[in-house]
């Protein structure tokens, strides 16, 4: 949906069809994060101390491509051995040393973090990404393909849930053991029965979606589309928050950035082949090697009108992401078909802002109206303010003298606050992180769409 505080512009909201995939990044939460969600829901069992059993067992470290050595680079001690493979970044780039040599030589809030995911997310170091040491690793590769065979699982793909049905109460609380599927808007809808329980995993945007057209929502605005409400669900599709990015580009006196792998398609053809063949090169890469995540300066003004928003001390408020070196095109503006860039992608990460999915109608194959509602809380884009300002802080330290040569585009010349706003405004589109539309809440709360054990079994107002 157009978004009010950012001149009313829309942008793409990414959703795959693939088992498995995204662009690689592998993140923990902090011991904040899990922490707060335990403080959240009143039970502990969300907490770090509970979960990292559970976490070490999604996971391993493993070498990266080039097989070079990670000393001081990862700590192992902090992984585990689970199915999902994670490793460092097997093919260098000109920045990697650039990132690590500032935050080591400034230190304080561009301070060195030997491991994102020990705990302390909050520093500058190595990206860790779900890749096979050259070949990606994914929630469908690590659980799935090794099961795929068995008789008791069918994946169905290239087909839609387009409702849940109501097959009874349990206590008093409806139950939905009934899913219809159908393949298209003219295709035929199929029940299937479940004999136990059906788990609804449809993700950020699909989860909401389901449980309105299934009647569970806002009862209101169901009736309004015709929807018989089953249970009056305020908060189904509410609570959206998202990292909002903005692209930063700068022209490079280096003419081994990866701008030419985008402009010549043999250059490209060649990388691929490579990769395919011998597992190196450019193409084992995610798209970035280094990453920094920062508090707000504790003394920022930004506290004297608006309360922390992050989970904690151990979590940051914004992200800096170097993107390898060349122009990434994330948002409206191409590639130029000249010339050697830098892309600094700089994020909120704690959100304050919160916006909404809901359905546009009784058709589950009409797209729901999704609103971010990026920067409605001005938070958000004062901390990109000053994430902007860090950004271009960090690449003027020693280790990149004689390499940015300039801001590029319509990020030349914003140098006060209010243009830095209105350029955000202008730029800003979203990292795809969009969370929370089925939000937990503690048992018995007036608030939420699940409790902690991801049920709704308390507190519900039939509409039978
Ligand atoms: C382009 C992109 C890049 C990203 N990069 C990263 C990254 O590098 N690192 C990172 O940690 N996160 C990344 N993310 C975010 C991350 O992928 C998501 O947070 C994560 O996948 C959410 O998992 P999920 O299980 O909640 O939902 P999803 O992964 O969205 O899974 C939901 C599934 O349900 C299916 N579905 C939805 N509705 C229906 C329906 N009605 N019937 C049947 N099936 C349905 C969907 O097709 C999908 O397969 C990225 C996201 C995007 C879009």
């Known amino acids: 949906m157009p978004q009010e505080n950012m001149f009313n512009r829309t942008f793409h909201y990414a959703r795959g069809h693939v088992l498995g995939g995204n662009l690689l990044t592998w993140n923990r939460g902090s011991n904040d994060v899990w922490d707060n969600w335990a403080?959240?829901?009143?039970?502990?069992?969300?907490?770090?101390?509970?979960?990292?059993?559970?976490?070490?067992?999604?996971?391993?470290?493993?070498?990266?491509?080039?097989?070079?050595?990670?000393?001081?680079?990862?700590?192992?001690?902090?992984?585990?051995?689970?199915?999902?493979?994670?490793?460092?970044?097997?093919?260098?780039?000109?920045?990697?040393?650039?990132?690590?040599?500032?935050?080591?030589?400034?230190?304080?809030?561009?301070?060195?973090?030997?491991?994102?995911?020990?705990?302390?997310?909050?520093?500058f170091g190595f990206l860790q990404a779900s890749i096979a040491t050259d070949r990606r690793s994914s929630a469908a590769t690590a659980y799935l393909k090794p099961v795929e065979t068995r008789s008791n699982l069918d994946i169905i793909i290239h087909t839609q849930a387009t409702r849940l049905i109501q097959t009874g109460y349990r206590k008093g609380t409806p139950e939905f053991k009934m899913v219809e599927i159908s393949n298209g808007p003219k295709s035929p809808r199929f029940l299937v029965r479940a004999k136990f329980e059906v788990i609804l995993a449809t993700g950020v945007v699909g989860t909401p979606q389901l449980l309105q057209l299934s009647g569970i929502g806002p009862?209101?605005?169901?009736?309004?589309?015709?929807?018989?409400?089953?249970?009056?669900?305020?908060?189904?599709?509410?609570?959206?928050?998202?990292?909002?990015?903005?692209?930063?580009y700068f022209t490079v006196h280096s003419n081994a950035t990866f701008d030419i792998v985008l402009r010549d398609q043999s250059v490209f053809g060649a990388l691929l082949e490579q990769w395919n063949t011998t597992g190196t090169g450019l193409f084992v890469n995610s798209p970035s090697n280094t990453l920094g995540f920062l508090r707000l300066p504790p003394d920022s003004t930004i506290?004297?009108?608006?309360?922390?928003?992050?989970?904690?001390?151990?979590?940051?408020?914004?992200?800096?992401?170097?993107?390898?070196?060349?122009?990434?095109q994330f948002g409206d503006i191409p590639q130029p078909p000249t010339g050697n860039f830098l892309t600094l992608l700089t994020?909120?990460?704690?959100?304050?802002?919160?916006?909404?999915?809901?359905?546009?109608?009784?058709?589950?194959?009409?797209?729901?109206?999704?609103?971010?509602?990026?920067?409605?809380?001005?938070?958000?884009?004062?901390?990109m303010v000053q994430v902007m300002k860090d950004s271009q802080e960090f690449i003027q330290s020693p280790a990149w003298t004689g390499f940015v040569s300039a801001t590029f585009g319509a990020l030349s010349g914003v140098t006060t606050d209010e243009a830095m706003m209105n350029h955000a405004r202008n730029f800003t589109v979203t990292v795809n992180h969009p969370v929370g539309t089925a939000s937990m809440s503690p048992k018995n709360a007036k608030w939420g769409v699940v409790d902690s054990d991801l049920l709704k079994s308390r507190n519900v107002t039939l509409n039978p």
Do not use: C, M
Request: aromatic content about 8%; hydrophobic content about 40%; cysteine-free.
């Open 39 to 123: 403080n959240l829901t009143e039970d502990q069992g969300w907490s770090w101390a509970s979960i990292e059993k559970y976490y070490l067992r999604t996971s391993r470290l493993v070498a990266p491509a080039d097989h070079h050595n990670t000393s001081g680079q990862v700590n192992p001690a902090v992984h585990g051995n689970g199915p999902v493979q994670v490793s460092l970044a097997g093919f260098p780039s000109e920045l990697d040393a650039r990132v690590i040599n500032t935050s080591t030589q400034v230190g304080g809030r561009f301070r060195f973090n030997e491991d994102i995911n020990a705990g302390d997310s909050v520093g």
């Open 219 to 248: 009862k209101k605005a169901l009736h309004a589309l015709g929807i018989h409400s089953i249970v009056d669900l305020a908060d189904v599709g509410q609570r959206l928050a998202d990292h909002p990015l903005l692209p930063n």
């Open 303 to 328: 506290f004297e009108n608006h309360t922390d928003p992050s989970s904690g001390p151990l979590s940051a408020h914004t992200e800096i992401l170097f993107v390898q070196d060349g122009f990434a």
């Open 347 to 383: 994020a909120v990460v704690s959100p304050a802002s919160k916006g909404s999915i809901f359905i546009a109608s009784a058709d589950p194959f009409e797209k729901p109206l999704i609103n971010p509602a990026i920067y409605s809380d001005k938070f958000d884009l004062l901390a």
